[in-house]
């Protein structure tokens, strides 16, 4: 099984982010990552169009079954 942290932000033009970071720390809560989200917009412009509000994020959980492998 691996995890992802989804954020979805608002940009200063009116469009939407989506940044993704696998692997995140075990144990997330929604303080925290708001928290985190909110420091990235407070940063200011690191992309051309900047971030402009925590919209969304979430945990997804992804589960994979090998069915054939033949790379050995």
């Known amino acids: 099984m691996s995890l992802r942290l989804r954020m979805k932000f608002g ?4 469009d939407d982010r989506i940044i993704s970071l696998n692997n995140p720390k075990p144990n997330l809560d929604a303080a925290a990552v708001s928290n985190a989200m909110n420091a990235m917009v407070a940063a200011g412009s690191t992309f051309a169009d900047p971030l402009a509000s925590a919209k969304r994020a979430e945990l997804i959980e992804t ?7 033949n790379e050995e």
């Open 63 to 69: 589960n994979t079954t090998v069915l054939i492998n």
């Open 11 to 14: 940009l200063n033009s009116g």
